[in-house]
């Protein structure tokens, strides 16, 4: 189970950073509040795996609950470093990549 969380964290994470720069480089950067809308998702799916989990690990030692309580730590760090991130690859890639389109003119 708590690889599966570790993966959602992971996954989770490249899904916001990929769909937060696309949605941004295509739409313009007022659609990264998309991106926002994705990670609060996550973060709440992440909360709601922790609560159900923190439930069913009621016989094991109190260093197994830090441990499981730190790796959902873990996942909304990643969640929220990846939107971060996202924001940051946009400003690099429009301060330093140009791209021009170029129409050939009706005339030749």
Do not use: C, R
Not at 77 to 94: D, K, M, P, T, V
């Amino acid at each position: 189970m708590i690889e599966f969380v570790i993966l959602l964290g992971v996954i989770g994470g490249w899904i916001v950073v990929a769909s937060t720069l696309f949605l941004m480089l295509a739409l313009g950067q007022i659609w990264g509040l998309i991106g926002v809308f994705l990670l609060v998702g996550f973060i709440l799916v992440n909360h709601s795996l922790k609560a159900k989990y923190m439930s069913t690990i009621v016989d094991t030692t109190p260093k197994a609950k830090a441990i499981a309580a730190h790796i959902f730590e873990m996942n909304e760090l990643i969640l929220l470093s990846s939107y971060i991130a996202s924001l940051l690859l946009y400003e690099g890639i429009q301060k330093y990549v140009e791209i021009i389109i170029k129409f050939p003119h009706a005339l030749g």
